[in-house]
């Protein structure tokens, strides 16, 4: 029998992590048995579903790159649920109560949930209560709706959080009373913050795309969040293709994970060491324009090039593209402000007296020149003919090019910044 998964979001807000991890296991479950996985959007409480929340969802996913193989709206499968439940109140499973339609409990049973990740799990009946399945305004509710879709596509195995557990006994009796076979049935423990309490949005865990916004790679936040409650071996970055052929619901743990946003960013940043330059430094040119460092057009006319030397020289010392684009603002910005690090606690005398004579030196060396091993040898040339060091004035020059402490090695700020803007800021910095 073909593997068929299905994730089942409720459109009423955006996809949060909890949801994502789901919703990325079942694609993984799905893709290493050569399987189908079913997008199925749960939108029967129509007083909360919205259409931007399902716009919402899709987006997320396609940017994690969850695909789908089959997608459905419940708001459009309502014959098949009525088909069900006219069966049912044929044989008294069924009764009518102030207009909602409510499923009869029988008494003195016991539900076992065969859990795949959870173990066995009773129920007894006598705890559970009549419920409804078809409201006073027609619509269907989540627990009948679910095993009548279920059933009709051939889900063979119902993944998700633990939080769903108890509803597992209510949809097994639906199923036994309809005479279908249950599907497969396999709970994940939910994901705590630090704090051992449910995640939440104080934990720092909102909206997916609010990661993608923040500069977060897909690929970090896919390995991320496979790595709340499932492991293989000591392994923590893994690319999509070891996911799929690695992941089995052996390995998913029964204790809750947590969620550590800077284990998030450590992931991050490998995945952004793994890009290739050329990449790296196309994707991180949308955040220098949403961090109002550049204009669009503006940016549009700079070599691809460009952005792939700035993405490979700085991306060691940050975690997310947003980051990257910050840090490289120097590079891009014609003027600078120096009030976080201001130029005075670097400007001594000498120092400044170097590098008045380094600027014009540097003006005079041809633009396809202006690289780091001609930049260094002209600038050690300087100093030793006016009895200085690099020392004497390496501080001075880093923070004039690049209003931080911290940069790359001088010279390849320099070729980063080019030619024109060097000269300038030195010049500017020898005359504070």
Not at 4 to 21: C, I, K, N, Q
Not at 262 to 286: A, S
Not at 377 to 405: F, H, K, M, P, W
Request: proline content about 3%; glycine content about 8%.
């Amino acid at each position: 029998m073909t593997t068929r998964v299905r994730f089942a979001p409720s459109p009423t807000g955006y996809l949060h992590v909890g949801g994502a991890r789901t919703a990325l296991f079942n694609w993984l479950f799905a893709r290493n048995k050569g399987g189908e996985f079913i997008l199925r959007i749960e939108d029967t409480d129509q007083s909360r579903s919205t259409e931007e929340s399902i716009e919402e969802i899709e987006d997320s996913m396609s940017w994690l790159g969850l695909d789908w193989d089959e997608y459905y709206r419940q708001t459009h499968r309502t014959s098949l649920y009525q088909e069900s439940t006219d069966e049912l109140i044929e044989e008294g499973r069924v009764y009518e109560s102030e207009g909602a339609l409510w499923f009869r409990v029988p008494g003195g049973d016991e539900v076992v949930v065969e859990d795949l990740v959870l173990g066995s799990v009773s129920f007894s009946t006598d705890e559970l209560k009549d419920f409804v399945i078809r409201r006073s305004d027609g619509s269907f509710t989540y627990n009948f709706a679910c095993v009548v879709d279920d059933a009709e596509l051939g889900i063979t195995h119902v993944m998700r959080g633990d939080d769903h557990l108890n509803n597992t006994p209510k949809q097994l009796l639906i199923y036994s009373a309809l005479e279908i076979d249950p599907p497969e049935f396999a709970h994940f423990p939910m994901i705590l913050g630090k704090d051992g309490k449910r995640l939440s949005k104080r934990h720092g865990a909102t909206s997916v795309l609010s990661y993608k916004e923040r500069g977060f790679l897909p690929e970090g936040l896919v390995n991320f969040l496979a790595r709340l409650g499932w492991s293989h071996g000591d392994q923590e970055v893994f690319s999509v293709g070891e996911l799929v052929d690695y992941f089995s619901l052996d390995s998913v743990g029964g204790s809750s994970a947590v969620f550590d946003e800077d284990k998030l960013l450590w992931i991050n940043h490998q995945w952004l060491q793994r890009k290739e330059p050329d990449e790296l430094g196309n994707l991180f040119k949308r955040y220098l324009v949403e961090g109002d460092y550049y204009g669009r057009e503006e940016l549009e006319g700079l070599p691809p090039e460009k952005f792939a030397k700035v993405a490979e020289l700085l991306r060691e010392r940050n975690k997310t593209l947003s980051d990257l684009a910050e840090a490289s603002a120097f590079v891009i910005k014609e003027e600078l402000s120096y009030s976080d690090t201001p130029l005075e606690e670097y400007a001594e005398e000498k120092a400044q007296g170097l590098l008045g004579g380094l600027a014009e030196r540097l003006s005079s060396l041809p633009e396809d020149e202006f690289r780091p091993e001609e930049l260094e040898g002209v600038t050690r040339s300087y100093l030793d003919e006016n009895d200085g060091g690099l020392g004497d004035i390496a501080q001075l020059c880093r923070v004039a090019l690049t209003g931080r402490t911290v940069s790359p090695g001088l010279f390849e700020t320099m070729e980063l910044v080019g030619k024109r803007k060097t000269v300038n800021r030195l010049l500017r910095a020898s005359e504070f």
